[in-house]
């Protein structure tokens, strides 16, 4: 019988040993993405600008909920991770599935998939997961959450291409690839700094271009 590994339990540390993950420090496939580059017109800088200012007078109080909706959505409506039948973007999908005897359920909090012809995602291309709470080993780990929906979807997609993958803990972003065990993480990168969060969009931007060229 498979054992249970439920969503919330799932810490970082326990993915990486259960499965062999390795975490690599020279990584191709993750300084391209973070190298996108790309231009704002007016009317996406003024809504990032609203953004910010939102954060810095409002953040305190934010819950989970609260931050994904006042703060992190408009940073993903600028950067419009859609491309008409060739990848969509999904919020709180389920995944699941048996990998090594585990049981593996998460809730991906933001997803980018190849839809199917009823709209529903079908192959995953980009996980995020987000969390309020500055601790990590609190309720829950997005980091660990977001690399067993990235080690799902590679099992479900098997086309030996890289997932891409993004955790957010308050206003810090990490972006990731996972390429058969090779996992790799990016920098910090505060949200609260404008030139970062323009960073934030070109990168999630860059998610099209990378999708159409696999």
Not at 8 to 25: H, P, Q, S, W
Not at 81 to 103: A, D, M, Q, W
Not at 164 to 177: A, D, L, Q
Request: proline share 3%.
């Amino acid at each position: 019988m498979a054992k249970a590994e439920n969503f919330y339990k799932l810490r970082n540390d326990a993915v990486i040993n259960t499965f062999g993950i390795r975490l690599e420090r020279q990584c191709e496939h993750l300084s391209y993405w973070l190298a996108a580059n790309d231009t704002l017109d007016d009317f996406e800088q003024q809504v990032l600008e609203k953004a910010l200012d939102r954060y810095f007078r409002l953040a305190a109080s934010w819950n989970d909920e609260e931050l994904k909706m006042h703060f992190i959505s408009p940073i993903i409506a600028i950067a419009d991770t859609n491309i008409e039948f060739v990848c969509k973007t999904y919020f709180e999908r389920p995944l699941s599935g048996t990998l090594r005897g585990y049981h593996l359920n998460v809730i991906a909090d933001c997803m980018v998939a190849q839809p199917k012809l009823a709209g529903d995602p079908d192959r995953p291309f980009f996980f995020l997961q987000e969390y309020k709470q500055s601790q990590r080993f609190g309720k829950t780990d997005p980091e660990g959450q977001m690399l067993a929906a990235m080690l799902l979807a590679q099992e479900t997609n098997a086309d030996g291409k890289p997932l891409y993958g993004c955790y957010v803990i308050e206003k810090n972003w990490y972006f990731t690839t996972l390429l058969g065990v090779s996992y790799c993480r990016s920098r910090q990168f505060d949200s609260t700094r404008m030139a970062d969060l323009i960073q934030i969009v070109f990168i999630l931007r860059k998610l099209k271009e990378l999708i159409l060229n696999r």
